[in-house]
């Protein structure tokens, strides 16, 4: 049987949750004003320096699309805090623990569980790996 989150807990944790989101949001504001004003985009510049800039703004675009799947991910996390199944472990159904739910606010898994999923994707990965590498060295045989 589980038991109910701490109402201490969960005002923290839901805090938590709206600082980060809010940071977030403003970050990804922050960073599309910025590129909104620097003027010509780098289709219109020439050489090395429309190159840099180019490369600029593919990096400022994929830190909007990370900070914006983060914010996602966030307001998740608190749907699933406000029907109580956040701060809890989706395998083993222990709590999270707090260190791990402020580095990482939108965890599902506690850290044995997420290191044991780790573990068997590598091993799965190097199956298929070395499945792929005996079938091409079977291939070249023939």
């Keep these: 049987m589980e038991k109910a989150m701490n109402?201490?807990?969960?005002?923290?944790?839901?805090t938590m949750l709206d600082q980060r989101r809010d940071?977030?949001?403003?970050?990804?504001?922050?960073?599309?004003?910025?590129i909104r004003g620097n003027g010509p985009s780098a289709a219109?510049?020439?050489?090395?320096?429309?190159?840099?800039?180019?490369?600029?703004?593919?990096?400022?675009?994929a830190m909007i699309q990370l900070h914006a799947e983060m914010v996602a991910?966030?307001?998740?996390?608190?749907?699933?805090?406000?029907?109580?199944?956040?701060?809890?472990?989706?395998?083993?159904?222990?709590?999270?623990?707090?260190?791990?739910?402020h580095a990482l606010p939108f965890a599902t898994c506690c850290k044995d569980c997420q290191?044991?999923?780790?573990?068997?994707?590598?091993?799965?990965?190097?199956?298929e790996q070395h499945g792929a590498s005996f079938l091409l060295s079977g291939l070249r045989d023939l």
């Design 115 to 127: 290191e044991a999923a780790e573990v068997t994707e590598r091993r799965t990965r190097q199956l």
């Design 7 to 14: 109402p201490s807990r969960h005002e923290d944790l839901k």
């Design 23 to 34: 940071d977030l949001r403003k970050a990804v504001y922050e960073r599309m004003r910025i």
């Design 73 to 101: 991910a966030i307001t998740a996390a608190l749907a699933r805090l406000d029907e109580g199944d956040y701060g809890r472990c989706q395998e083993c159904g222990e709590e999270i623990c707090e260190k791990r739910l």
């Design 44 to 61: 219109n510049r020439t050489g090395v320096d429309g190159l840099e800039t180019s490369i600029d703004e593919d990096l400022d675009w």
